[in-house]
């Protein structure tokens, strides 16, 4: 069912040659040579490559939409700042009940909890800060 590719083959690994415009084989490396592609036609796939040449004034306008952003930044909304507020006040109040029972019933440990709680914390505030400056929510 599959028949022989016409055209170049690499002289090391017998291959097709891959990409037509390259000097060298896509799969081992090896140099072709000069040649190697005399007597074949180009594959017609690199008729589809050939593109016009862009205006300068379209060049100039396509490097400045790949600067600027094209929608503006989002603020965001009061509701999920505020569901955000709560819930670092939620987990503060959590880990300052797990503080009071841990000094209650093992005080050398209780120390151990604010560290926990205090990281958590702060990393929990830095996720909602880094979510509100990107603008996602």
Do not use: N
Request: with cysteine; net charge positive; proline share 9%.
């Amino acid at each position: 069912m599959s028949s022989a590719t016409p055209g170049p083959r690499c002289p090391r690994c017998r291959r097709p040659v891959a990409a037509w415009r390259l000097a060298h084989c896509v799969y081992c490396g090896e140099s072709f040579p000069p040649d190697l592609k005399e007597g074949y036609e180009a594959p017609e796939a690199l008729k589809w490559i050939e593109r016009p040449a862009i205006p300068i004034d379209a060049a100039r306008q396509l490097e400045v939409m790949k600067v600027l952003p094209w929608e503006a930044k989002k603020k965001p909304k009061p509701a999920l700042l505020f569901v955000a507020g709560l819930g670092v006040a939620v987990f503060v109040t959590i880990f300052v009940l797990l503080y009071v029972i841990a000094s209650r019933y093992m005080p050398s440990l209780s120390f151990l909890v604010i560290i926990i709680g205090a990281v958590f914390v702060s990393y929990l505030a830095w996720a909602f800060v880094r979510a509100s400056r990107r603008g996602t929510g």
